[in-house]
């Protein structure tokens, strides 16, 4: 992984092979950032995306092999017991072009990782809420 930072925006790219949610993660906490967006292009060879079910109140995965491309990964990032929260949903396409789409689980890097952070001075700490049974910016 390698990065430059301007201002309150971070250039982050991520290699081959690496796992991206949890590089995210660790390069949030590294540099202290609490509070803001992400997007993000490139291709994995690998992901796992998942479905949230409203009424089971569950979350349903999907595992992807093979090569995609991530047409688009945006989230946000807050904390939660203090600690980095992210919140990332990707587009993956396929060699046909066809995209999947879901909340990102996991997702290891095929060719290129390319991100953009953009950090807010704050913090938001996530809770959870009962009735949707997730863990809400503002309950
Ligand atoms: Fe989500």
Not at 60 to 74: A, C, F, H, Q, V
């Amino acid at each position: 992984m390698k990065f430059k930072k301007f201002g309150s925006k971070w250039v982050v790219s991520i290699n081959i092979g690496e796992e991206v949610v949890e590089t995210l993660k660790k390069f949030c906490e590294d540099n202290k950032i609490k509070l803001g967006t992400i997007n993000g292009i490139g291709a994995v060879k690998k992901a796992t995306i998942g479905f949230y079910n409203l009424e089971t109140k569950k979350y349903y995965p999907k595992e992807l092999d093979g090569d995609y491309e991530i047409t688009s990964l945006l989230g946000n990032i807050s904390t939660m017991n203090g600690e980095v929260y992210l919140h990332l949903h990707i587009n993956l396409a396929d060699s046909n072009y066809n995209t999947l789409g879901g909340h990102l689980n996991s997702a290891v890097i095929g060719g290129v990782g390319e991100f953009i952070i953009e950090e807010i001075e704050g913090e938001i700490e996530r809770g959870f809420n009962e009735d949707v049974g997730l863990n809400l910016l503002f309950q």
